[in-house]
């Protein structure tokens, strides 16, 4: 073999890692999503055929998740969440993002079933939830279509924070957060994004500091 065509060989060799490694996964194992590039490809639909309502009853009692917030008030019509209507992971019922955090400082978090760091994350938001009460909305929004799959992870983490589920990335295009997981969206009671952040957070004071810097919410 010429020295051309190897080099050539080990370059295709390399390419081919390239895309295995970072090619979305479909089973149910977590992975690193730090640099994740699929993000980005919005699923055809919210969440799959299969998760129907009995489907999903036994996974919703054993996750005893909190209920999604109700409307306190008509939404801004700026707000960054306009038009964005999803289902609760919690009940199945169906929540307008805008009218359910108006007037409210918020923390969203997309995360997905699959996310390793969204392992880590997700029970130091859920201490913070704890920890701020009323004073901040904490809502999760669960990015993949498979709905059964986040409600056995939510279970398996002890983390019983409101969601919606939102397999199409309609929560991800309207803010324009970037194509990693996990990522938490600050919106201000006005419904402007005051902060996008594409981080895992590895302790509740953390949380608390961002939230206090880009919302002025102390807790």
Same mark, same amino acid.
């Given at each position: 073999? =010429? =020295?051309?065509?190897? @080099?050539? &060989? ?12 970072? @090619?979305?996964?479909?089973?149910? +194992? ?14 055809? *639909? ?31 019509? =700026? ?13 199945? =019922?169906?929540?307008? /993002? ?12 997309? @995360?997905?079933? @699959? ?5 880590? +994350? &997700? ?15 904490? &809502? ?10 986040? /409600? ?12 919606? *589920? ?5 929560? *991800? ?7 990693? /997981? ?16 594409? *981080? ?5 004071? +953390? ?7 880009? &919302?002025?919410?102390?807790?």
């Amino acid at each position: 073999m =010429s =020295s051309g065509a190897r @080099w050539s &060989l080990v370059a295709l060799v390399v390419v081919v890692g390239l895309i295995v490694a970072i @090619w979305p996964r479909g089973g149910d +194992e977590p992975v690193d999503v730090g640099t994740y590039p699929g993000a980005d490809r919005p699923a055809s *639909q919210e969440r799959r055929v299969a998760d129907t309502p009995e489907a999903l009853a036994a996974a919703r009692a054993d996750a005893a998740l909190e209920p999604c917030p109700a409307p306190g008030g008509p939404a801004p019509e =700026s707000s960054v969440l306009s038009g964005i209507t999803l289902e609760c992971v919690g009940d199945g =019922s169906r929540v307008d /993002l805008a009218a359910a955090v108006a007037d409210k400082p918020v923390l969203l978090n997309l @995360w997905a079933y @699959w996310c390793g760091p969204c392992r880590e +994350e &997700l029970p130091y938001l859920q201490q913070y939830a704890d920890r701020a009460g009323d004073a901040v909305t904490v &809502l999760t929004v669960h990015t993949d279509p498979n709905e059964a799959n986040a /409600l056995a992870r939510l279970a398996e983490y002890d983390v019983h924070l409101p969601g919606v *589920q939102d397999g199409s990335a309609r929560v *991800q295009a309207a803010v324009g957060s970037p194509a990693v /997981l996990p990522v938490s969206v600050l919106i201000r009671p006005d419904g402007a994004v005051a902060k996008i952040l594409p *981080q895992p957070f590895r302790s509740v004071d +953390e949380i608390a500091d961002v939230v206090e810097q880009y &919302l002025g919410v102390a807790t």
